[in-house]
């Protein structure tokens, strides 16, 4: 691994985890104030409690839909 290659994986890993901590902010704001979330499911925008929110969020391997993928 290159210099600049290593300090672009570390930048990457930096605005992973700069979203990661956002989007649990965003979960914890909502749950707070007892709003639903706005997210993106099967091609369509729903609305789901914050709740169900911070479940997905914290289950690794979830993705946007809400569904299992393989890594």
Known sequence: MTAKTAKRTDLTQRAVG????????????HTRAGRPLAVWRD????????????????EPGKCRTGKKHSA
Request: overall charge negative.
């Open 43 to 58: 091609g369509k925008v729903v609305m789901i409690p914050s709740q169900e929110a911070a479940a997905v969020h914290e």
């Open 18 to 29: 700069a979203m990661k901590a956002a989007v649990a902010k965003v979960i914890e704001d």
